[in-house]
T-cell receptor
Framework: AQKITQTQPGMFVQEKEAVTLDCTYDTSDPSYGLFWYKQPSSGEMIFLIYQGSYDQQNVTEGRYSLNFQKSRKSANLVISASQLGDSAMYFCAMREGQRGAQKLVFGQGTRLTINP | GAGVSQSPSNKVTEKGKDVELRCDPISGHTALYWYRQSLGQGLEFLIYFQGNSAPDKSGLPSDRFSAERTGGSVSTLTIQRTQQEDSAVYLC??????????????FGPGTRLTVL
């Protein structure tokens, strides 16, 4: 079974609109972390936001927020007021187990295109 | 401060040759990870190193792949007798393992390997 599922291969959004990128996960470990990364055409993976499984509130980092619904096992990324520079691939990833060095499992990604 | 660096940025080799890919992590990061990104497989974990512990090699696809980390810093990923299916972008990441930041992994720019 897929541990991380991103159901939107591609999304097209008008500039300045908000966009939600979906991510669902599957784990039986009570301790885990969820990450979102952005990969522009240059290829580098840029960390955007992190949510821990025990965090009570959704995390916000600037225009990025993570809509964490634990009971649904979803961790959607919300980008407010989208900009042309937001066009990129976006990956959701999960770390299982206690904090510390653990591998990340990635979803297949969503290609976001912001139209002017 | 300086981010994760990788060299070379591009490598073209002939089938059957050995290649070495280098990763220089962020100074002070105790954990170092290697991932592979290919068109058909997405992002796959290969191996990680954490301090003086034995590395987690569970993601290495075959015994042609090996990695070492000298002095707890620089790491080299070696692929022996390269095959065309080894063509991919090899990404290195590092993290401050175990701290209260979710153990965020920061990625380097990657090495694009092409096996002819």
């Amino acid at each position: 079974a897929q541990k991380i599922t991103q159901t939107q291969p591609g999304m097209f959004v008008q500039e300045k609109e908000a966009v939600t990128l979906d991510c669902t996960y599957d784990t039986s470990d009570p301790s885990y972390g969820l990450f979102w990364y952005k990969q522009p055409s240059s290829g580098e993976m840029i960390f955007l936001i992190y949510q821990g499984s025990y965090d009570q509130q959704n995390v916000t980092e600037g225009r990025y927020s993570l809509n964490f619904q634990k009971s649904r096992k979803s961790a959607n990324l919300v980008i407010s007021a989208s900009q042309l520079g937001d066009s990129a691939m976006y990956f959701c990833a999960m770390r299982e187990g206690q904090r510390g060095a653990q591998k990340l499992v990635f979803g297949q990604g969503t290609r976001l295109t912001i139209n002017p | 401060g300086a981010g994760v660096s990788q060299s070379p940025s591009n490598k073209v080799t002939e089938k059957g040759k050995d290649v070495e890919l280098r990763c220089d992590p962020i100074s002070g990061h105790t954990a170092l990870y290697w991932y592979r990104q290919s068109l058909g497989q997405g992002l796959e974990f290969l191996i990680y190193f954490q301090g003086n512990s034995a590395p987690d090699k569970s993601g290495l696809p075959s015994d042609r792949f090996s990695a070492e980390r000298t002095g707890g810093s620089v790491s080299t990923l070696t692929i022996q007798r390269t095959q065309q299916e080894d063509s991919a972008v090899y990404l290195c990441a590092s993290s401050l393992a175990g701290l209260a930041n979710g153990d965020t992994q920061y990625f380097g720019p990657g090495t694009r390997l092409t096996v002819l």
